[in-house]
């Protein structure tokens, strides 16, 4: 039935992202409110990803603006091969790229990839036992602590979420980006990678420092208030 | 089971996206999780993950301000009017 009601559309869309459809749909036929809603959603998450290749937020937001003059151009072409999202990902980077170039700076994202910080470890060396151990070598001195008796609405406190949002700010411009493109913003690897320009190995380091510093600080936060 | 081969605690926090991306390859997967079997630490150390994970994944920003929305409606509308 689903097959039907698309063939039986003229729009070229294909069945990978049937959510996107209505809202294109809806674009299409100039709903305001679809369009409010969508800009609305993917403001702030754009804007950041601008900020990356442009460096400031005057311009950045220019970007945004002419990334949505593109969209709507290109909203008769989408056909939904890659979902909405990263479509309009994808022109953003492409705008911002252009605009970097025009005013002299240019910052490949894979160059920011250096931001990888050769040896940083995802956890303090010295909770571990040395290399020389002779029975446990490479093991952990003190176990981490549990956190699964700690109460859930503990854990989704306004409290805990500021040392969440906190930690994300303190992170590297690029691995700010692919975690909250990952897990704030809910792309896959892939489509991060697209966005992004980046190898799916970078990106997994990045992902990969980056959680582990809002796990650090989670943890720091939770050991302290356990002892108070 | 060879010690040699087996991964020590604090090489396996660097593997824990890896593990999570589902893109370690067979072998390293297999010891990993051997690892996960004998070690309370590392499974709390994954849960940790998984936590920080999902509350992560609870932040949403939506804030437009509302010059950027007329800004945004305007050439919505510009663009509707063709």
Known sequence: MLREAISGSNSPFVL????????????????????TSLVTELYSPLLRVAMIYVGNRAVAEEVVQETWV???????????RSSLKTWIFRILTNTAKTRAEREGRTVPF??????????????????????????????????????????????????????????????????????????????????????????????????????????????????????? | MNATDDITCRELVELVTDYLEGALPPAERARFEEHLVHCAGCLDYLEQMRTTIALVGRITERDLPPEAERAFLDAFRRWKAG
């Open chain 1, 110 to 228: 894979s160059a920011l990839a250096g931001e990888t910080e050769e040896g940083e470890a995802a956890v303090d060396p010295e909770r571990f036992l040395g290399a020389d151990h002779a029975a446990w070598p490479g093991h952990w001195a003190t176990y981490p602590a549990s956190w699964a008796e700690i109460p859930e609405q503990r854990l989704l406190s306004s409290e805990v979420r500021a040392v969440i949002e906190e930690a994300v700010e303190a992170l590297p411009a690029s691995q700010r980006t692919v975690i909250r493109l990952r897990d704030i913003e809910g792309f896959n690897s892939e489509e991060v990678c697209g966005i992004l320009d980046l190898s799916e190995g970078n990106q997994r380091v990045l992902l990969h420092r980056a959680r582990s510093k809002v796990r650090r600080a989670l943890e720091a936060y939770l050991a302290v208030e356990e002892e108070a």
């Open chain 1, 70 to 80: 593109g969209v709507l151009r290109g909203l008769d072409r989408f056909e939904g």
């Open chain 1, 16 to 35: 990978a992202y049937p959510a996107d459809r209505r809202v294109v749909e809806a674009l299409r036929a100039g709903d305001e409110e679809a369009f």
